[in-house]
């Protein structure tokens, strides 16, 4: 069924598909939407999950650590700010192996202060440990959503996902989405069946100290693991591809028009449907340029990105985030993913976006010209 | 020390692992109780974060860190935190 619906809501009914037992919520813009409408669910007795009205962030993601570890499907939403603020739990979270979906309405970080979009948010906490998918419509929202819990909740996996989408510039446009039916959904995704979890008839301690000893043996069991979910993210895009005949590339990154192409533009949310009309405008004018969509930023899909860049002579780099004194976090990741490779191409970053300015079709054409005019020397005439 | 189990998430299985790990030579200072003083009113038992004190007001150190709570809270300046010495 196809309904005209903002994309938190997207967002909103793909998590009342998964029935969460616990909704720990504490309002932010841009996500509040989200979770009111969870809140509607309940109200209506759409949803029987337990909201929990914590008095932050903080508590919010703590109260869906301890849920979780009672062995119950938690879900909880925040942006900017909200996340910073959560900071401390999201490496707890993934420590303890929890696989916890949250939805991440992208903001920008004071100071100054500003509520707009860009992703500086979710790519501050790159180094968590929590899997990150960046989404660009909302249909793609309502659908990662579902694979999250998918993906979390693998035995194999384990590990706490953050589905990404622009704040405003997504979160609050409407667009037609297909919403999946309950009974496809839980044929899709099994009821939750935790690997461990508190019960007083069998005691088990969670989250003790680890020793020098131990310590970077369960960091690199988690870093293993955050590797090994790369294929099971895939495995999760095909099997969606199966059941509901819709799929996201290969589920890590998706190519537009990138088989025959010279140069690619790399971008990560929606501006990739700005680069998906340019990448159409510039091939009218014979360019052979295409799209590489960055959905999963962690784990990071090197391999993927790699192997459909093989005659590919130049990437522009859209980063809509800034490590102050260095540079944008995906054009880090590109080049240092190419650096071992015999045949690299060129790779330039651009920073675009930051605190809700647009990324136009003029910016990434620019973007295109610099990559394509781009040579080892040049003449200073 | 035997190294742990590296289970998924850190998680410990059996109970009772904190009864195995003695703490006690973390402290650098210990509480002694000065018997004449006490009056046995049990806020050193109360307060004291690691259950190291006993219902006779004794101190198990194989388990006490140190902290020095139990004299902080006295109210009779009976427990005095003394230097550990090698």
């Known amino acids: 069924m196809k309904k005209v619906i903002e994309a938190s809501t997207a967002v909103a009914l793909g998590v009342k598909l998964c029935e969460p037992g616990v909704i720990p919520m504490y309002p932010i813009t841009p996500q509040t939407h989200i979770v009111e409408r969870l809140a509607d669910y309940i109200n209506d007795g759409l949803l029987s999950s337990e909201m929990i009205h914590v008095e932050s962030e903080h508590s919010a993601i703590s109260a869906a650590l301890g849920a979780e570890a009672m062995g119950v499907r938690t879900f909880t939403a925040t942006a900017s700010q909200g996340l910073a603020l959560m900071h401390e739990i999201l490496f707890v979270v993934a420590g303890m192996r929890l696989p916890v979906v949250m939805a991440v309405a992208n903001r920008a970080l004071s100071a100054p202060i500003n509520i707009w979009n860009d992703h500086q948010d979710s790519i501050s906490e790159r180094d968590s440990g929590w899997i990150q998918l960046y989404v660009e419509s909302a249909q793609e929202a309502l659908d990662t959503i579902i694979q999250a819990y998918k993906i979390a909740e693998n035995r194999k996996v384990l590990l706490p996902v953050m589905v990404c989408l622009d704040g405003f510039t997504l979160s609050h446009v409407y667009e037609p989405v297909d919403i999946l039916k309950q009974e496809d959904v839980n044929k899709f995704l099994p009821q939750y069946n935790p690997l461990f979890k508190l019960d007083p008839k069998k005691p088990i301690t969670m989250g003790p100290i680890g020793f020098p000893n131990t310590y970077m043996e369960f960091r690199k069991q988690t870093h293993d693991t955050m590797l090994d979910s790369i294929n099971i993210i895939k495995d999760v895009n095909n099997q969606f591809k199966e059941s509901f005949n819709r799929s996201y590339g290969n589920g890590l990154i998706e190519t537009y028009k990138i088989e025959d192409a010279n140069y690619a533009i790399a971008a990560m949310g929606t501006a990739c449907s700005t680069t998906r009309v340019v990448v159409d405008e510039l091939r009218k004018q014979g360019k052979k340029v295409g799209l590489i969509k960055i959905k999963s930023f962690r784990p990071f899909p090197k391999q993927e990105i790699i192997s459909c860049c093989k005659n590919i002579k130049g990437i522009a780099v859209i980063d809509r985030n800034i490590s102050l004194g260095n540079e944008g976090a995906l054009y880090t990741e590109l080049r240092s993913a190419f650096y071992n490779q015999n045949k690299k191409p060129i790779i330039k970053g651009f920073i675009a976006g930051l605190g809700g300015r647009d990324i136009t079709p003029d910016h990434i054409k620019t973007a295109f010209k610099k990559i394509e005019n781009s040579s080892d020397t040049e003449w200073l005439l | ?86």
Do not use: H
């Not at chain 2, 219902?55 to 003394?82: H, L, R, S, T």
């Open chain 2, 1 to 86: 020390m035997k190294k742990p189990k590296i289970t998924v998430g850190a998680v410990i299985e059996e109970p009772g692992s904190t009864i195995k790990n003695k703490t006690g030579g973390w402290r650098s200072f210990r509480p002694v109780r000065d018997k004449k003083k006490c009056t046995k009113c049990g806020l050193c038992w109360q307060f004291c974060p690691d259950n190291a004190i006993n219902e006779n007001f004794d101190v198990n150190y194989d388990y006490c860190k140190g902290c020095g709570i139990c004299a902080n809270i006295c109210p009779f300046k009976a427990i005095k935190m003394v230097k550990e010495e090698k």
